[in-house]
């Protein structure tokens, strides 16, 4: 006897005739959304919002479960080992193809041992100075640089990390010279920014909004390719005489290598169904996120580009970490 089919199955069923993805038959076997990074990051505000609708959507309870270390590597080597029947998922950063670069070995391909299924969302990040610092735009910051050879430090979130390549971006880009200070996390960093013991730094703006608007903290420009939202008033760094520049990091739905094209399809309808909840769309406008809508036929495209960026970066700035 043929088995009946599954809720997955009859899902992808429907997409295929174009339906909505509303089937309601629940299943007792909960969905493990896997996130690499620590409870309260901004990848994890995230998938915490969305988790009520996907779970909705799919007909499985979602379990958010934070899986934290060596950038993420542990919690997305769980993801890589899970069977394949779209129960074990991971939500995911740009950490994930900066790491090939840093760490001498990686459990898994970034590439190869993944199935993209939709990048989410990007995180604008801000590039702020301490208010001591004599200068109000990026073209000032680059005289200014250029002037005192040495002078300046910028922080981050440690070697090798997004804060820390959007920095090196910003000194290729230039030329100008800056010491690099990195940082356990973008809590310390932000308090010596405030505090002047570090210059200056590339920080998401959803941690550092009230204190630019505050003025204990100096935005000069967002590293986007379009101004954020959030700070409208604030340029981009590449009309601030910078053209080239363009960074931000940002957020992905992944599974193991192999997940079947039903499952897939079935989830990025359900991530997209979840992401337009208006209580999802609260968390995201708080974060200072831009939403994007890269499903699973240009995902493996957009990552395969972001590793090669990143790398170059990692490579051209030394970080290593083991």
């Known amino acids: 006897m043929n088995?009946?089919?599954?809720?997955?199955?009859?899902?992808?069923?429907?997409?295929?005739?174009?339906?909505v993805a509303s089937v309601q038959a629940?299943?007792?076997?909960?969905?493990?959304?896997?996130?690499?990074?620590?409870?309260?990051?901004?990848?994890?505000?995230?998938?915490?919002?969305?988790?009520?609708?996907?779970?909705?959507?799919?007909?499985h309870p979602v379990v958010v479960?934070?899986?934290?270390?060596a950038g993420g590597i542990p919690g997305t080597t769980q993801v890589t080992k899970a069977p394949k029947d779209g129960l074990t998922l991971g939500m995911i950063s740009s950490n994930h193809v900066i790491n090939p670069g840093i760490y001498k070995t990686i459990p898994y391909d970034s590439l190869k041992d993944i199935t993209p299924i939709a990048v989410l969302a990007t995180v604008p990040l801000v590039l702020v100075v301490n208010p001591s610092v004599p200068v109000k735009s990026v073209k000032e910051l680059i005289a200014y640089a250029k002037a005192n050879p040495g002078k300046l430090n910028y922080g981050s979130a440690g070697n090798g990390s997004t804060l820390h390549l959007a920095g090196e971006l910003l000194v290729s880009e230039t030329g100008i010279d800056m010491k690099h200070v990195p940082y356990r996390g973008t809590g310390p960093l932000i308090t010596d920014l405030i505090g002047g013991q570090v210059q200056l730094g590339f920080v998401s703006i959803s941690q550092v909004g009230p204190q630019v608007k505050a003025g204990t903290l100096r935005a000069l420009a967002v590293s986007t390719p379009a101004r954020s939202a959030a700070l409208p008033e604030v340029p981009t760094v590449a009309e601030s005489g910078v053209p080239k520049y363009s960074f931000d990091a940002w957020i992905a739905l992944i599974g193991p290598a192999g997940l079947p094209k039903s499952i897939v399809d079935s989830d990025y309808a359900a991530v997209k169904s979840a992401m337009a909840a208006p209580e999802a769309q609260g968390v995201l406008a708080a974060q200072g996120l831009t939403v994007m809508d890269t499903g699973p036929e240009l995902a493996p495209a957009f990552f395969q580009s972001e590793l090669t960026k990143h790398q170059k970066l990692v490579k051209q700035s030394g970080a290593t970490l083991d």
């Open 3 to 19: 088995p009946l089919p599954s809720r997955r199955a009859v899902l992808a069923a429907l997409l295929a005739f174009g339906c």
């Open 26 to 59: 629940q299943s007792d076997k909960p969905l493990r959304m896997i996130v690499p990074l620590a409870a309260g990051s901004t990848v994890d505000a995230v998938a915490r919002a969305i988790a009520p609708g996907f779970s909705k959507a799919t007909g």
């Open 65 to 69: 479960e934070n899986i934290v270390g």
